[in-house]
């Protein structure tokens, strides 16, 4: 299948996002305003650690409807509308605004996002309410209460201790999602930002006929609708686990950044839908059989690696792409 190119992306989810040099007063705000707070991104990690500890919740689910009213939240409602939710101040404190066409655990998230943003009402209330008068969005804050989110919905102790205790696959996926009542992408994201798993996932739409990558989630990043595709869809692991609802491993050649490889892969179908879940399994270190050592054939270090860090070099020959070992020694990304 034909692939496109895709920029590089490197680094880790968590050090793109600590990378990240906030200017808007807002944020510096907030950062100015959190006693020992060393930037943003701690300051909204301190004021989310501190409110569960005021609502006494130390296990999962970590429900925001019960941290709501220690924010001054009075109420939250569904209704009809395109944003995914809304912070309306009233005379009272707050309400919460969600849209009523999303699942439980996207609202799930929705709301504790929207929590966040009452840090930013109380670290600089003359800030926010202008910007509020003016209609003006700002995109720190926004990343900001999306780091609260998930601090409140995962904390990273809580999450790092209980992920930890599952090998990466697509069922432990969905267990520890339904453990903490998030959906299946911000979980990913969670667990990969925090560096417990290595593997990367695919979300797919299936039919009989094909299948397209809704999502692809590595420790780099999380890239809805990318350039990752099935050598053969019919005779996959995918095709499998769609048509039978069951847990499939597979052997199967995926392109990725223009590149072939053969990958270890566990797949099921969700529950009710036309959607695949997979797993990519990290490729186990190389390692060398002392009491075979004298039979290991050992490959020149002369050879330039032809794979970029994936172990498998393409191959063309009479108009077809093959996926071959690198023969480098040394695998370079």
Not at 32 to 39: F, L, M, Q, S, V
Not at 127 to 148: P, T, V
Not at 227 to 234: A, N, S
Request: proline fraction near 5%; charged fraction near 25%; aromatic fraction near 8%.
């Amino acid at each position: 299948m034909k692939c496109l190119r895709r920029k590089k992306r490197q680094g880790s989810l968590r050090r793109s996002v600590e990378n990240f040099k906030f200017s808007s007063p807002l944020a510096i705000g907030l950062r100015e305003a959190t006693r020992g707070a060393k930037d943003p991104i701690d300051a909204i990690v301190r004021r989310a650690r501190r409110l569960l500890h005021e609502a006494g919740l130390n296990e999962p689910p970590f429900r925001p409807a019960l941290l709501a009213p220690l924010r001054k939240v009075t109420a939250i409602v569904r209704k009809r509308m395109e944003e995914e939710g809304r912070l309306v101040p009233t005379s009272s404190g707050f309400r919460i605004e969600l849209r009523t066409d999303r699942s439980f655990q996207r609202t799930n998230f929705t709301c504790a996002h929207e929590i966040s943003h009452t840090f930013f009402y109380e670290a600089t209330p003359e800030i926010k309410y202008r910007r509020i008068k003016d209609n003006l969005r700002d995109a720190e804050e926004e990343m900001l209460c999306n780091i609260g989110a998930s601090e409140m919905l995962m904390p990273r102790d809580s999450i790092k201790t209980i992920a930890k205790d599952y090998y990466p696959s697509p069922v432990s996926l969905k267990e520890i999602a339904a453990m903490y009542n998030t959906s299946l992408t911000a979980t990913i994201v969670r667990v990969l930002g925090l560096g417990v798993w290595t593997a990367k996932f695919v979300l797919w739409e299936c039919d009989d006929e094909n299948a397209r990558a809704a999502w692809y989630a590595h420790p780099s990043a999380l890239i809805h609708y990318p350039q990752v595709d099935l050598q053969d869809y019919k005779t996959s692991g995918i095709r499998a686990a769609f048509s039978s609802n069951e847990l499939v491993k597979s052997e199967d050649v995926l392109c990725i950044n223009r590149r072939y490889t053969t990958c270890s892969i566990s797949s099921v179908r969700l529950e009710n839908s036309a959607r695949v879940l997979s797993c990519i399994a990290p490729r186990p270190p190389q390692t060398t059989s002392r009491r075979n050592s004298d039979l290991q054939i050992v490959i020149p270090e002369d050879y330039n690696c032809e794979c970029h860090g994936t172990g498998s070099r393409i191959v063309y020959r009479n108009g077809y792409s093959y996926a071959e070992p690198c023969r480098a020694a040394i695998h370079r990304n």
